[in-house]
């Protein structure tokens, strides 16, 4: 099943509408990014995903309602008391995760545990982590970044969602480490390369081009990216109000209406030789 993003943005923008709370901004980021993963890969099988940057758990709840594997009285109880789909992803309260999360920096150590555990048992699959880039800002995973490399594994894949917000503004006012960021990483002995996060083939291309060192993909993306005034970091958990929601609404429909190619991508074309550049190992 090809699974279209912005299907999923839909189905997001209803959750924290009619609940008055939730992330969109960073949700409507990685939309193109679950797709790929949720469309190509066993998901909750034998390939784990681990989202660190547990509050963009609505495309999450998005996906699993789109593959029909939760129901319309799932998605409807999104946020409430005792509900199986918390605004941050509970394990306990729904199975279908691979990981409890939200407490922001945790994830890749968790995802380097599955990656182990699954190297111990022999076992299949691919153990897949997002980061946040605001959530980058947190030592324990400079702590994890360093230390997967010298497991010589290869069975996890890191993404960075590079949406460029986080709650309290622009992500690069609060650190340096963005002016570099590939080659910071790329220092701890990971394939690190520059995507972009918007454009499906892109993302499929770069996750089977694989090295002897373990990828990590810094996801070039816009938050909120799908609705035109939603594009900003202030709509990192902002609520849409009636008309917001309406005119937003009427944005995603006409992008379903027109389709998903997904050999081509409906995101605008970026240019390939600016990603080609950042990528050039010096």
């Given at each position: ?93 729904l ?5 409890t ?10 995802a ?25 800002q ?7 970044l ?18 460029k ?38 993302i ?79």
């Amino acid at each position: 099943m090809q699974i279209d993003p912005n299907i999923l943005r839909k189905k997001v923008l209803k959750m924290v509408y009619d609940k008055k709370s939730g992330h969109i901004g960073g949700s409507f980021s990685i939309a193109e990014l679950i797709a790929v993963l949720y469309s190509d890969y066993d998901i909750g099988g034998k390939d784990k995903l681990i989202l660190s940057k547990g509050h963009a758990v609505p495309i999450i709840y998005a996906v699993l309602h789109e593959l029909k594997k939760i129901s319309d009285k799932d998605l409807s109880l999104f946020r409430e008391i005792n509900s199986p789909l918390q605004g941050h992803p509970d394990k306990l309260r729904l199975p279908l995760l691979d990981a409890t999360t939200g407490s922001l920096g945790q994830g890749l150590s968790i995802a380097i545990g599955h990656a182990l555990g699954k190297s111990l048992k022999n076992e299949d699959g691919i153990v897949f982590c997002i980061l946040g880039d605001g959530e980058i800002q947190e030592g324990q995973i400079w702590e994890a970044l360093s230390y997967f490399p010298k497991t010589g594994l290869k069975n996890l894949v890191c993404f960075i969602d590079w949406n460029k917000g986080q709650n309290d503004g622009c992500s690069k006012d609060y650190s340096i480490m963005y002016d570099n960021l590939r080659e910071r990483i790329s220092c701890f002995g990971w394939n690190c390369r520059m995507v972009d996060g918007h454009s499906m083939k892109e993302i499929r291309t770069q996750l089977h081009y694989r090295t002897v060192e373990p990828l990590c993909l810094i996801l070039d993306t816009i938050k909120g990216k799908g609705v035109s005034f939603m594009e900003n970091s202030s709509w990192h958990a902002r609520v849409p109000n009636d008309e917001e929601y309406k005119n937003a609404l009427e944005e995603l429909e006409e992008l379903i209406a027109h389709g998903y190619c997904h050999d081509c991508d409906s995101a605008p074309c970026k240019d390939i030789e600016f990603f080609d550049k950042l990528n050039e190992i010096n």
